[in-house]
């Protein structure tokens, strides 16, 4: 079993939808859950970043943790063209030394217009 | 403007002839690390650097090399490149290691090794 799961999609919506994108994980000790967001030609960027369980909301964007199922979810409302992009979950552990993050796949995101 | 500068962003070279990605990152940052990025496989860490003088291997280090002399620059050295390093690569940097601060991505190097 892969440390991430994220459905690769491609996910097509129309322009207004709210848009729903999730990951599984396998390790417990993950604490640190993040979501970037990388456009074509261009490193990943951070969107969203979240300690812990609960939900955190920036403007259209929410994050939202769920330690025991171990489910993390980034929920886009009146989506736009312009977040058409690949979304990245990505999650580490806190350890001494090296804590990598762990990335999902990756969703790729179509907004029509 | 804080930013991660990655050279060069393409670069078509053979198998064998040894090629160096630089990137150098302006914001004093501590932690830097490189990852592979490959369709179907997500974004991979390949080495990673706690401080100068400091690196370790990460998840898939096999035909790679770095060195990090100084702070700000963290080159990627492939000594002998083969097909399978075919890849879109990209350093990032982050104050501290991991997810507990922000990772900041360069724009990418895309390598074809034929």
């Known amino acids: 079993q892969k440390e991430v799961e994220q459905d690769p999609g491609p996910l097509s919506v129309p322009e207004g939808a709210i848009v729903s994108l999730n990951c599984t994980y396998s390790n417990s000790a993950f604490q640190y859950f993040m979501w970037y967001r990388q456009y074509s030609r261009k490193g990943p960027e951070l969107l969203m970043y979240?300690?812990?369980?609960g939900n955190k909301e920036d403007g259209r964007f929410t994050a939202q943790v769920d330690k025991s199922s171990k489910y993390i979810s980034l929920f886009i409302r009146d989506s736009q063209p312009s977040d058409s992009a690949t979304y990245l979950c990505a999650m580490s552990a806190r350890v001494r030394g090296n804590t990598p993050l762990v990335f999902g796949k990756g969703t790729r995101l179509s907004v029509i217009a | 403007e804080a930013q991660v500068t990655q050279n060069p962003r393409y670069l078509i070279t053979v198998t064998g002839k040894k090629l160096t990605v630089t990137c150098s990152q302006n914001?004093?940052?501590?932690?830097m690390s490189w990852y592979r990025q490959d369709p179907g496989l997500g974004l991979r860490q390949i080495y990673y650097s706690m401080n100068v003088e400091v690196t370790d291997k990460g998840d898939v280090p096999e035909g790679y090399k770095v060195s990090r002399k100084e702070k700000r620059n963290f080159p990627l050295i492939l000594e002998s490149p083969s097909p399978n390093q075919t890849s879109l690569y990209f350093c990032?940097?982050?104050?501290?290691?991991?997810?507990?601060?922000?990772?900041?991505f360069g724009q990418g190097t895309r390598l074809t090794v034929v």
């Open positions: 990032a940097s982050s104050s501290k290691g991991g997810g507990t601060t922000e990772a900041f």
């Open positions: 914001m004093n940052h501590e932690y």
């Open positions: 979240t300690y812990s369980s």
